[in-house]
Nanobody
């Protein structure tokens, strides 16, 4: 079992920056890939960024060049640095972790942190 807790959300003006943090606990030894997703009102949850255990990253086209995902395996933390924020980035952001101790793999989710970008 893995527990994820996000923090760092808040209200920011367009063009500003925020850094989100996700702390993993429990059976952290089974965690491989991690990522950030977001869900805006009335929309489906969408992938924002992913990072492997070896720190290989991928990004959604909408955030490429503005957001940076990183992780500290020793501290069981993953981060999302968000720069040049736009109103369309407003959403609840969720941390995700892939656990590979069983087949099929399990995916764990935090409860989310709200990011609001004002124009």
């Amino acid at each position: 079992q893995v527990q994820l807790v996000e923090s760092g959300g808040g209200l920011v003006q367009a063009g500003g920056s925020l850094r989100l943090s996700c702390a993993a606990s429990g059976n952290i030894f089974t965690i491989s890939d991690m990522g950030w997703y977001r869900q805006a009102p009335g929309k489906q949850r969408e992938l924002v960024a992913t990072i492997t255990r070896g720190s290989t990253t991928t990004y959604a086209d909408s955030v490429q060049g503005r957001f940076t995902i990183s992780r500290d395996n020793a501290k069981n933390m993953v981060y999302l640095q968000m720069n040049s924020l736009k109103p369309e980035d407003t959403a609840v952001y969720y941390c995700n972790a892939k656990g590979i101790s069983a087949f099929p793999a399990k995916y764990y989710w935090g409860e989310g942190t709200l990011v609001t970008v004002s124009s």
